[in-house]
């Protein structure tokens, strides 16, 4: 079943660019977590759309430079451990349907 | 260069990670409490004296102690404190200042204040009258025998509280300008260490 990727709500973020990072902050319970570049941009890219898209927003900005995180795991590796950290959250679209009818 | 595809572009992708990032523990932080409102009970008035309750209390029991303190009395209406103020009022003790609860990193330590206009008294031993450090206590036992009131059944809960504690302690606080110092220290009948100390400054010599 497709799944779609949204941040979770509350979650904020604070760019460090200049040390090539992000930092995430999660309210409940309060955490705050650090993310490489690659973790940082599959973050900002679950905009609540299919994994499916994601993914190929993700391969279209790493393909080009490549490096491991171009790598095909890489980018599912990256949602299990924004997930597991409370950024991020999943939601299946049939039950999405489901709650909006 | 302030979002990561870009950042990606000049220097790679590296393998996604992300890992909480260890927070600082600061060991003289103290939970961030507010105060809701003033109380709203007479103030302290002219007393002198300051007599203080102090003890500890769990978390748990810190939640109930405030429970109790802003639960009017079913059959009178009256908040614990108020009926308290009122009680020591009436009975001529002096005044409930409040119970407060040190702010800060050591958020389990409660202090019950009253302000206290100490009785005079004389005895064979003093041919002047003195304050009598004893006659709050009195006082407030006499208040704690009427059982009849929710002012003593109200201060007879807090006294238990502080009793069974076993870090309990009472102290009394005399307020500075209201003390004739220089007098009370330098008399040897009163103070015979310190009147030496103030009259030659040096430090009596005791031999052992």
Known sequence: ?101 | MTNPRDLIRSRGAPVPLARPIPTEVRTDGGLMINLLHAPYWRGPGSHPVLAEWVWHLSLNDLLALRTFLVTPDPETGIQPEAAIDAGLKDHGIGSYLGTFVTHGSNFNQVRVLFGHAPKSMTNAYADKPATDPASFNRLIYDLLQKTDTQASRNLRYLRRLWSESPTRTETRLIMLSQVDLASELSDPENSPFTADLLSTGTRMETKL
């Open chain 1, 1 to 101: 079943m497709p799944i779609t990727w949204s941040l979770k709500p509350g979650v904020r973020l604070r760019p460090i660019p200049e040390q090539e990072c992000c930092l995430a902050y999660v309210p409940r319970p309060p955490a705050l977590h650090g993310l490489n570049l690659s973790s940082w941009l599959v973050l900002t890219l679950c905009d609540g759309r299919e994994q499916r898209e994601i993914g190929r927003d993700y391969f279209d900005a790493v393909g080009p430079s490549g490096g491991p995180g171009a790598t095909p795991g890489a980018f599912d590796s990256a949602l299990i451990q924004l997930e597991a950290l409370g950024l991020i959250e999943r939601r299946a679209i049939e039950a999405t349907r489901k709650e909006t009818a």
